[in-house]
């Protein structure tokens, strides 16, 4: 299996314009989840979806950031217009099933470094 | 009030000697589960480790191990033999069943371990 895929691995951008990551789960897996992770806030969770449908949303921080998923391999978190304070790590995981046993965990994706300037 | 608490934020050991991390966590649901993960330099995040909150054991996998105290709310990770490769990020996840959104993940602050030779 190649694992959780993401893309672009770095982008820098400029403050203002628009940012797409991409991310392909792991084939089968029923859960989606998206984290960014910077050294002032840690690890936060975004969103997750579930079946492709937006579970919970709660950490997104605000309008400028959206994330959907059309089908069960391909999720996109969209940042517009984006912020220097929005450079992060952005990570993509998956998971089978809730996350109740060690046979059922997150696997991350190896994330997408953004640089806003 | 945070969920879950790493006191450490570094640690440092001789290699070939054992290590413990600390973690202490914050619920009330009666079902939920712990995980550790590490983060090497290269920034992927690895799943090392699971215990339940109604495993009677406590859980190990390899060198790692799990110290786990319910009543004290603390799952402390133990690495025992340890190795040049060990060095990373250690972080500390919690789930709620309930009344923590049902299937996210939160995470602590992390403990940065450095392996001395």
């Known amino acids: 299996d190649a694992g959780v895929i993401q893309s672009p691995r770095h982008e820098v951008t400029e403050m203002g314009q628009e940012v797409t990551l991409r991310c392909k789960p792991i084939?089968?897996?029923?859960?989606l989840f998206w984290y960014r992770q910077t050294m002032m806030r840690g690890l936060e969770l975004l969103i997750y979806?579930?079946?492709?449908?937006?579970?919970?949303d709660s950490g997104m921080p605000e309008d400028r950031f959206s994330a959907k998923m059309p089908n069960a391999s391909f999720s996109t978190l969209k940042i517009q217009p984006s912020e220097p304070r929005d450079s992060a790590v952005y990570f993509c995981?998956?998971?089978?099933?809730?996350?109740?046993?060690?046979?059922?965990?997150?696997?991350f994706g190896a994330g997408s470094r953004l640089t806003v300037l | 009030a945070q969920k879950i608490t790493q006191t450490q934020p570094g640690m440092f050991v001789q290699e070939k000697e054992a290590v413990t991390l600390d973690c202490t966590y914050d619920?009330?649901?009666?079902?939920?589960?712990l995980f550790w993960y590490k983060q090497p330099s290269s920034g992927e995040m690895i799943f090392l480790i699971y215990?339940?909150?109604?495993?009677?054991q406590n859980a190990t996998e390899g060198r790692y191990s799990l110290n786990f105290q319910k009543a004290r709310k603390s799952a402390n990770l133990v690495i025992s033999a340890s190795q040049l490769g060990d060095s990373a990020m250690y972080f500390c996840?919690?789930?709620?069943?309930?009344?923590?959104?049902?299937?996210?993940?939160?995470f602590g602050a992390g403990t940065r371990l450095a392996v001395h030779p």
């Open positions: 619920t009330s649901d009666p079902s939920y589960g």
């Open positions: 215990q339940g909150s109604y495993d009677q």
């Open positions: 995981a998956s998971s089978l099933g809730v996350l109740s046993s060690g046979a059922n965990v997150l696997t």
């Open positions: 996840a919690m789930r709620e069943a309930f009344s923590g959104g049902y299937n996210k993940l939160i």
């Open positions: 084939s089968g897996h029923d859960y």
């Open positions: 979806f579930n079946n492709n449908v937006p579970i919970d």
